[in-house]
Nanobody
Framework: VQLQASGGGLVQPGDSLRLSCEAS?????????IAWFRQSPGKEREFVAR????????YYADSVKGRFTISRDNAKNTMYLQMSSLKPEDTAVYYC????????????????WGRGTLVTVSS
């Protein structure tokens, strides 16, 4: 099983960026809940957003609500994180994750993790 995240980069405050995460070795259609987490230097990994297996419900951290949008395309076995109005405090390594049981914002339920993609927001 592999989750391959991509799309990170260096952007300026106020810019937008879309992260992608393609899954292989598993089918997201098999009721996997998926999520994005992030980790900044010196900080613990924190929840960013999650979406239930059929895309019917989404959940966001307060810090990104209204600016980030999580989505999934089960047919492409890919998840996305559209980020807008980026702020310097959004700078972090972003990780995609998938859980084959449960529904939670806790990283403990996620069985599979991507390596992460670095997002740097700086002027």
């Amino acid at each position: 099983v592999q989750l391959q995240a991509s799309g990170g980069g260096l952007v300026q405050p106020g810019d937008s960026l879309r992260l992608s995460c393609e899954a292989s070795g598993l089918s997201l259609d098999d009721r996997y809940e998926i999520a994005w987490f992030r980790q900044s230097p010196g900080k613990e990994r924190e929840f960013v957003a999650r979406i239930i297996w059929n895309g019917g419900s989404t959940y966001y951290a307060d810090s990104v609500k209204g600016r980030f949008t999580i989505s999934r395309d089960n047919a492409k076995n890919t998840m996305y994180l559209q980020m807008s109005s980026l702020k310097p405090e959004d700078t972090a390594v972003y990780y995609c994750a998938a859980a084959d049981g449960g529904s939670s914002s806790s990283f403990s339920i996620y069985n599979y993790w991507g390596r992460g993609t670095l997002v740097t927001v700086s002027s």
